[in-house]
Each structure stands twice: as structure tokens, then as C-alpha cells.
């Protein structure tokens, strides 16, 4: 099967706030698996993006999630008309043909179909199918990048220490307030002035976590706001849709992040 299909032919556009291009290039150099590590929306998954297009590689991306299975990942046997077929998964794909493997928020998936990537993340570098009888060694352009969100652990939910350890790892957070106003002008078509208003509403209601919200708006967010607004809805409603209603639903919060919202508006 072509990968053709996964090829990013355009750039896609990422605004670097640390090391983190160096970093993944020099591990990539090095065929070295990734952890990124960051809250949702602080711009993993461009990243990834953004360094499959520099290295001119495949990207295959994989969205974990709790009923994930290692047949999803590796492959399995499916009834076709002549009979019986043996169909690669898109980690066994990527492992064949030497592409990035990326898979989003792995700590959705169950412990037990995690393990299935360890023997890609050592010198081994090999995928075991033991459905299939088979052991495939990994191309020399294949590389395993994971996504993480520390803020989501707990006893049940939580990366193993045998797997955590595997990886390099890169952390992300929000971007400095200049950084993320110019990523929201890019991205959302708002002018720099509606632009700094949502970076500082989005300032605003990260200072409230860890009092009654698990995470502050995020930059995903901010954009949303944004094209909204210019879309034509006023600013008000655009950030109550986009950022006060899906990021909690407790009537107190809602009511201190409009008032930390309100201090923002011009």
C-alpha cells in the first residue's frame, strides 16, 4: 500500500517557542522514539505535522482511545471474498514503509495494548505479529512518535513506567502571550487587536485551574473564538460558544471565568 496519501505536501504552519524543532530532528537523526508532553490544543499534533513535512516523511496518525486494541495497531485477518486476508494495521504500515508514527493521547489506550510498541522503542526496533507469524523489522526511516498529557494521570489513568521510559521526551505548554497572539491572528483571520483580547482571556481562565477547572482555555480554543468573530457573532457570544460552555459545566465556574473574561473585554 502507497503512502502517498500521508505525504504533507504544503507546510504546515508552526510558530516554535524552544528547542523543540532541534530536539526532535536530533532525535529523529537518531531514530529515537518521542514523547510530547503538553496540556490539549498547546499545538502537539501541528508539531508533528510541521516536522513530517521538514523531513519530508510520512506521517500516519493514530487517535487513541480506550477501546483500542493491538489488532487495531498491528493488524488483522479480515474475510474478503477469496478468503481470508491478512490486512497491516496503520503502526505495522508505518513500520514497513518508514513513516512517523504518531500516536494521539496514548494514554487513552489500554495499558495492555500499549505494550505492543516496546519492541520498537529499544534497539530491537522490530514489531512482533504474532497473529500473523511474523516479526517485521523496522524500516531506517521509521520513527514512533507518542502524545501525553500529564494533567490527565491518575491511578487508572497513566502511562507505565516501562513505557514512559522508552521515550525522549518534549515538553509543551501554552505559548508566551506574543507568540500566541500571533498564532491566533494566523490562524483564526482576526485582526492583533481581537487576537490579544482572546490571549488574555485565555490567560485569564488558566489562572483558574486548579480552582475549579481542570485546564484553562486552550489555544485551539482561542482560535475557534476568533474565527467566529470573524464570522460575524460578537465577541461575547463567540467566547461564551467557544471557550465559558464546553470547558465546564459547573454554574459557579461558569460564573467566575465570565467575570475573569469580563476584566478582558474592550
Known sequence: MSLDAYRI????YYQPHGDEIEIFRAAYDERLPVMLKGPTG???TRFVEHMAWRLGRPLITVAAHEDMTAADLAGRYLLEP???VWHDGPLTQAVRQGAI????????????????????TDARRVLPLEKHNEIVSAHADFQLTISYNPGYQSA?????ESTKQRFLAID???PPPQVESAIVTRESGADAALADVLVAIGQRSRNLQGHGLDEGASTRMLIHAGRLVRGGLPLATAVQSSIVLPITDNPDVRAALRAAIDACMP
Open 101 to 120: 508514527c504518531y500516536l494521539d493521547e496514548i494514554v487513552e489506550a489500554r495499558q495492555d495494548t500499549t505494550v505492543v510498541i516496546h519492541p520498537l
Open 42 to 44: 498547546c499545538g502537539k
Open 156 to 160: 487508572v489513568k497513566d502511562l507505565k
Open 9 to 12: 505536501t504544503s507546510e504546515p
Open 82 to 84: 477469496e478468503g481470508t
Open 172 to 174: 509543551f505548554s501554552y
